[in-house]
């Protein structure tokens, strides 16, 4: 079974960077598609960005274009999310997510496998 650990989050004050890192237990990691979603208290669990197995055509959602940045590391099974000039906002407990390969997805319910979650501490 494929295992998702997440790594990264933080407390830093708004304008700061952050890497997200989320490790995939099994070689597979090639042939799945990868999400970050984030989940603040009281909220829905939302999509942030996602990637194709492809590592084309990212998706992101429109609160965090131009700042973060999706990536993956094939070689090493590891996807990425770099979260540039952060806002209190983007305060949340981040998850990455997967799912086989096929149409990208921004619903959750698209993705079978998820991490544990990091948390993301953003002050003003």
């Known amino acids: 079974q494929v295992h998702l650990s997440e790594s990264g989050g933080g407390l830093v004050q708004a304008g700061s960077s952050l890497r997200l890192s989320c490790v995939v237990s099994?070689?597979?990691?090639?042939?799945?598609?990868m999400a970050w979603f984030r989940q603040a208290p009281g909220t829905e669990r939302a999509p942030v960005a996602a990637i194709r197995w492809t590592g084309n055509s990212p998706y992101y959602s429109n609160s965090v274009k131009g700042r973060f940045t999706i990536a993956r590391d094939d070689a090493k099974n590891t996807l990425y999310l770099q979260m540039d000039s952060l806002k209190s906002e983007d305060t949340a407990v981040y998850y990455c997510?997967?799912?086989?390969?096929?149409?990208?997805?921004?619903?959750?319910?698209?993705?079978?496998?998820w991490g544990q979650g990091t948390q993301v501490t953003v002050t003003s």
């Open positions: 997510a997967a799912s086989p390969a096929g149409k990208l997805s921004r619903a959750p319910e698209s993705y079978a496998i």
């Open positions: 099994e070689s597979s990691f090639g042939t799945l598609n």
